[in-house]
């Protein structure tokens, strides 16, 4: 087959079209496989390379696949963020196997053998997801993950007290102070906290909208929210005019940009007080668990269930206070 070959942003990888507008598959073993005509619409195109990496195609090939789906597009930041976590570990012990050829027995083995049982049993939910989008286009028949049970997990109960609050408040940077009593007075992630924008800041309160679920809450102005943030604006202020940057950002570094995850997370590392066993999604849990009211309303979450997962203290009943003992 002669002629250039050409790339599309619409062509699968390793899918090429020749300057005679014929379509090929170039696979990692090398040569080339015709697999349409030049006149063949992009669903056929499509088709034909689904077809041919049904049958040839590895994990790895079909992985490229699900990242170019609709159901990965859709898919939040931070699970988007968790998977491509996750694919790093698949990928050097099923990368290169062709998902047919994946059994049950092999997902158990890999589990048993990872020792961060947590990160196994995300594991295994992308490994599922990919084979399940693979069984809708033929490449396999059945869902070896289906049968493989995930570890057990114990739910994490660590509970901040206020003095260990105030503990690390005392020892952390201005920025970081703003972070805690943001994700705290909030109930927010971290995650939330680092993009909020100038924006958010409206006249009843304080728009936070949650990454992972896309649920917006306007937390309403109180005296602590708003000495928060009034905090922040001013950091904000001190570091742009010394950067020289503008920045729709509410909290920034000292460059004008937004904080990464990689370095809040940093941040909060290094300034950890000797001894220290909680973390700041723990923050989180604080919020939810001091909480008086409808917790479930002010955490955002769909259901009571995901909920008390951060609700970190026993519940307040009221007990029978008539009758008497006869």
Known sequence: MSGKKTKDKWLPARVYKRSNGTYEYHPTTGGSVKIADANASQIEVLDAYEQIMGEDGTLGNLWAMYKQSERWINLKPKTKEDYLGAWDQLNKTFGKLLPRDIKSYHVRKYMDIRTARTRANRERILLKNILRYGIEYNWLETNPCDVVKPFKETPRDRYVTDEEYQRQYERVSEVLQVFMELCYICGARGQDIRILKLSDLQEEGLLVVQQKTGKKQLKMWNLRLRA?????????????????????????????????????????????????????????????????????????????????????????VTVIDFGSVK
């Not at 920034?252 to 990689?262: F, I, L």
């Not at 290094?270 to 999604?281: A, I, N, Q, R, V």
């Not at 604080?286 to 955002?300: H, L, N, P, T, V």
């Open 228 to 316: 928060a943030v009034d905090r922040a604006l001013e950091i904000r202020k001190a570091r742009l005019e010394k950067c020289g940057h503008e920045s729709m950002f509410l909290i920034v570094t000292k460059t004008g940009g937004p904080y990464s995850s990689d370095g809040l997370k940093a941040n909060w590392q290094k300034s950890k007080y000797e001894g220290m066993d909680w973390t700041f999604h723990d923050l989180k849990a604080k919020a939810i668990s001091d909480f008086e009211g409808d917790k479930q309303e002010f955490s955002g979450h769909k259901s009571r269930l995901q909920m008390e997962k951060y609700n970190r203290t026993a519940d307040k």
